[in-house]
Structure formats: C-alpha cells, structure tokens
C-alpha cells in the first residue's frame, strides 16, 4: 500500500523559514516527478513546485519563486520543501504527491504563517 507522509508544518512567523520533508513507503517514487502541493481554506489545491525524476528540473508557482526550494533524496526515497521568508498568504495545508498528482494524497503538514 502507498503511503506518502508530509512533516514539518508548524506555526511560525512572517519572515520565517521552515522545511517540510516528505516520506514515501509502500512503493518507490524515485522514477517519479514529484511535487508539493498546498491548499488554503476556500482555495483549490495548487501546484507549489515540482522536481523532475532525476532532480535535475524544478519548477516553482510564481507566488513562492525565490523562496522556496524544492530537492529529493531519491534513495532515501523522501523530497523536502525549504520554505524561506515565509507570508501569511503561505498559510495552508501542504502535500505532497507525484507530478501529475495519483490518488495517494497523505494526510498533509499545517503551515501557518502569521502576520
């Protein structure tokens, strides 16, 4: 059974860092593209950034270009997300999932940022 499992969410300040790490088990992602996702309260989930396979291609939602940094351990089998300067507007719920996303969705980290 798939499993994906997001950690690292937490309550922090405008301006601040954090750094979600994604864990898969159950089956092997490695020759997957893989991203983050996010959803706000009232929003439709988004595409936040995406790295390609092989992790030599990322791409980044223009709303978190230049502050976050998408990266994958491929034999470790886990992806991480380093939020830096963080917005309130960054508030929501983050995922993670292939690119384009299966039906596998985890249990999601919080992120909130508060002003």
């Known amino acids: 059974q798939v499993q994906l499992v997001e950690s690292g969410g937490g309550l922090v300040q405008a301006g601040g860092s954090l750094r979600l790490s994604c864990a898969a088990s159950?089956?092997?992602?490695?020759?997957?593209?893989m991203g983050w996702f996010r959803q706000a309260p009232g929003k439709e989930r988004e595409l936040v950034a995406a790295i390609s396979w092989i992790g030599g291609s990322t791409y980044y939602a223009d709303s978190v270009k230049g502050r976050f940094t998408i990266s994958r351990d491929r034999a470790k089998n886990t992806m991480y997300l380093q939020m830096n300067s963080l917005k309130p507007e960054d508030t929501a719920l983050y995922y993670c999932n292939t690119n384009p996303p299966s039906a596998a969705w985890g249990q999601g980290t919080q992120v909130t940022v508060s002003s």
């Open positions: 159950g089956r092997t992602f490695s020759s997957y593209a």
